[in-house]
């Protein structure tokens, strides 16, 4: 009796597993792991019928409440076409998992560039130039987005804008003008009156941002201090004209311009102090970060400014990331049922949906009209309080001048900077970049 | 017959041994492998480069900074740690009312993930509008940058995880002295012994198998630590405060060094070895009778 129990419970947990393990997923309901791409498969949808008995490969880095968007975004769009979306989801693994597979080419029939639309995965991409949507982007993200021959390959529906972030209220009180400030000495001398009037100029705390996005205004935009965009990206560079970005933080540094405890502050006590009314400026931060700082104080009165120029008549600068942008694998075999989702993700409101979960920042003029985020507003209101100066719209300065695998070794340099910032220390943040970017390039 | 038995005995001990292997000298055989390596951790491609990792190490400054950290984490977090518990668990053993509501809050930040406890007590040592300068304001006394230096950011994170941590050493030394019989206790007070005499003379000895327990739980999980260090200082200032772990997982993650940080990871095997084993052999050697 005891060994039929057994037999018997053993069937039965076999059974289970075996149902467990074939049960069918579709892409609205969870995120799976990896599979062949670009194959389509014998299934149907639900009501539609467009794309029945496709399947399609979405993989994406989602999490949390973007990750429940975005498959309820994919439910929407299998109800309609009745097409199959399988998404996978491969989070903080996105970059290496994505490396390995175009190494494999065996890449997805949809996927996230992540930021490296151009100069990772060109080459296994479709070109969509000719899409309805490429032609809605603003120019903020054409500088992100598009090569040199005026190819895009992505569907961007946001993107991460970075400059300046300006606590007006602190300028007003202490009698500067942001809108007026164009070059970074100015800069130096609005934080001279605003230190001068009680207040910590600058909120910043170490990080890449600080030593990678603003480099462009001193190296490699137009009419700036130097000019080595070209030894940069054939790798010749020895990064002796990084001295000027990090003379600039040396002067506000030794002038006090920034916290005391700035080299330990973090980033939501650095929102905090910002949003509070005691400093007037966060060097390098994202539009998303208007939203953070209006949550903290309704009663604020924040804006976004450019980066200014290294010199008088300089390009000021606005640097935009590829936030939420998908390409379609040039070698999938469901191309057209690609350029449909992708045309389906581009439709107002279903970016707007996007765009709620992850905070971002629309980049389509149509969206851009009806976004009423915070960000959004800051960054048209940028363009209108800025309309006579000289804004150059730039992809991410380490996305497009320094090799992957820098941005760990900017952040390391930010916070050696900040620990000594004689000139001795300047030059020891030289060495380490320029160790880091030896390294980077020799992959050692 | 012996030998079916032993057969079978083994046959019930095989998934655990297949559970240690697995999941314990596979990957310390694997990181050893990965250590001769040049490696990002994800390419295909790995280029053996013999012990250069190991050698790269010894001239690597933040590897330095980062050991000497570890060894007064490690040594630094046991003392305190089993100074504070021994004084609670004396504390919370006298009858008073409250006693029980006290015990769980001393011991409920041990439950709390660490780094939910660093971002807390971020807040406590803030230069500007933290706790511990606005009680100095009250005072006075001009406020101190507690993170200023490495060395002061780590022994910031020394004393955050020792206090906030010390609710299971107590614990433990709580249950010792449950353990200690009344009635030694009982000889000692009829011999005129003062409280402090009967503490030091009885009871301390006798608290000895805790005493070791405690000391080798604590030193091991000192040796790993990583989750407070991580969001309290994030290892900085420029490094200052960083523990061997967090440089090993800054070098795999940040840096896609995975050869290297396996290199590191086996300089760490190596100095845990040469220090846990002669504290194991001290230790086991100390025997306590009622």
């Not at chain 1, 909120?203 to 940069?232: C, I, R, W």
């Not at chain 1, 390098?284 to 009663?299: D, F, R």
């Not at chain 1, 390009?315 to 075999?333: L, N, P, R, T």
Request: glycine share 8%; charged share 15%.
């Amino acid at each position: 009796m005891k060994k039929f129990l057994v037999c018997l419970l053993s069937v039965i947990m076999v059974f289970s597993l075996v149902a467990c393990g074939g049960e069918e997923q579709n892409g609205s309901g969870s995120a799976q792991q990896t599979q062949e791409g670009g194959k389509p498969a014998q299934q149907g949808g639900a009501t539609g019928n467009e794309l029945a008995g496709v399947q399609l490969e979405v993989a994406v880095n989602y999490t949390g409440d973007s990750l429940t968007a975005f498959q309820q975004i994919c439910s929407n769009f299998e109800s309609k076409y009745g097409a199959t979306i399988v998404i996978d989801n491969y989070g903080s693994d996105y970059s290496s998992t994505m490396i390995n597979r175009m190494a494999a080419n065996n890449l997805p029939d949809v996927f996230v560039t992540a930021g490296w639309s151009l100069r990772r995965y060109k080459s296994v991409s479709l070109d969509l130039s000719d899409q309805e949507y490429c032609k809605d982007y603003d120019e903020s993200a054409l500088g992100v987005i598009q090569d040199d021959d005026g190819k895009i390959y992505v569907n961007m529906i946001s993107n991460g804008v970075n400059g300046n972030v300006v606590n007006l209220a602190v300028c007003e009180a202490a009698g500067v003008d942001p809108f007026a400030i164009t070059t970074w000495d100015e800069f130096l001398d609005a934080c001279a009156k605003i230190k001068a009037a009680g207040f910590t100029p600058i909120a910043s705390n170490p990080d890449a941002g600080l030593t990678a996005n603003l480099a462009g205004t001193f190296l490699t935009y137009e009419g700036e201090v130097a000019d080595v965009g070209e030894q940069l990206k054939n790798g010749t560079w020895d990064w002796a004209e990084y001295i000027y970005l990090l003379k600039f933080y040396q002067k506000a540094l030794m002038s006090e311009y920034f916290f005391k405890d700035a080299r330990s502050i973090n980033t939501n006590d650095m929102y905090e102090r910002m949003a509070a009314g005691q400093a007037a400026f966060i060097i390098s931060e994202n539009t998303a970060s208007i939203a953070t700082l209006y949550s903290l104080n309704p009663k604020g009165n924040f804006t976004f400014a450019p980066f200014p120029a290294s010199k008088a008549g300089g390009e000021e600068a606005v640097v935009s990331g590829e936030g939420d942008a998908f390409s379609i694998w040039k070698d999938s075999g469901n191309i057209e049922a690609a350029k449909i989702f992708l045309n389906f993700l581009a439709t107002p409101e279903i970016t707007l949906k996007l765009l709620d979960a992850t905070s971002r920042v629309s980049c389509q003029k149509t969206v851009m009209a009806i976004d009423e985020t915070p960000g959004t507003k800051a960054l048209a209101a940028m363009k209108e309080k800025y309309a006579g100066h000289n804004i150059g719209y730039h992809n991410v300065w380490d996305r497009e001048y320094l090799p992957s695998g820098m941005w760990a070794y900017m952040g390391t340099a930010a916070n050696k900077l900040f620990a000594d910032y004689t000139d001795s220390g300047l030059n020891k943040v030289i060495e380490f970049l320029k160790d880091g970017y030896d390294n980077v390039y020799t992959g050692e | 017959m012996q030998k079916k038995l032993d057969r079978k005995y083994f046959l019930f001990m095989l998934p655990a041994i297949l559970m240690v292997v697995g999941l314990r000298f596979f990957p310390i055989g694997n990181a050893f492998r990965m250590a001769f390596f040049n490696w990002n951790g994800y390419s295909p491609n790995m280029k053996f480069i013999g012990f250069d990792n190991f050698k790269k190490a010894l001239s690597d400054e933040y590897f330095w900074i980062a050991l000497r950290n570890t060894l007064i984490y490690a040594f630094g977090i046991t003392i305190v740690k089993n100074v504070l518990g021994l004084a609670l668990a004396f504390f919370v053993d006298q009858k008073f009312h409250g006693r029980a509501a006290i015990r769980a809050t001393i011991y409920l930040p041990v439950m709390i993930s660490g780094f939910i406890m660093g971002q807390i007590m971020y807040y406590f040592y803030q230069y500007d509008g933290g706790i511990l300068n606005e009680i100095l304001s009250w005072f006075n006394i001009e406020p101190v940058y507690w993170m200023k230096t490495g060395l002061s950011s780590t022994f910031v994170v020394l004393l955050t995880t020792s206090f906030l941590h010390c609710g299971s050493t107590m614990l433990l030394y709580l249950a010792g002295l449950q353990n200690i019989p009344h009635e030694l206790l009982e000889s000692a007070r009829l011999d005129g012994a003062s409280s402090w005499k009967e503490k030091l003379h009885i009871t301390i000895p006798l608290l000895q198998p805790s005493m070791i327990t405690s000391v080798v739980l604590n030193l091991i999980a000192s040796f790993k630590i990583y989750d407070i260090i991580s969001s309290l200082s994030k290892g900085g200032p420029d490094g200052g405060s960083t523990s061997l772990t967090l440089y090993i997982s800054q070098q795999y993650f940040n840096y896609n060094k995975a050869g290297y940080a396996a290199g590191i990871a086996m300089w760490f095997f190596f100095v845990i070895i040469i220090i846990s084993v002669p504290i194991n052999k001290w230790l086991s050697s100390k025997k306590v009778e009622y």
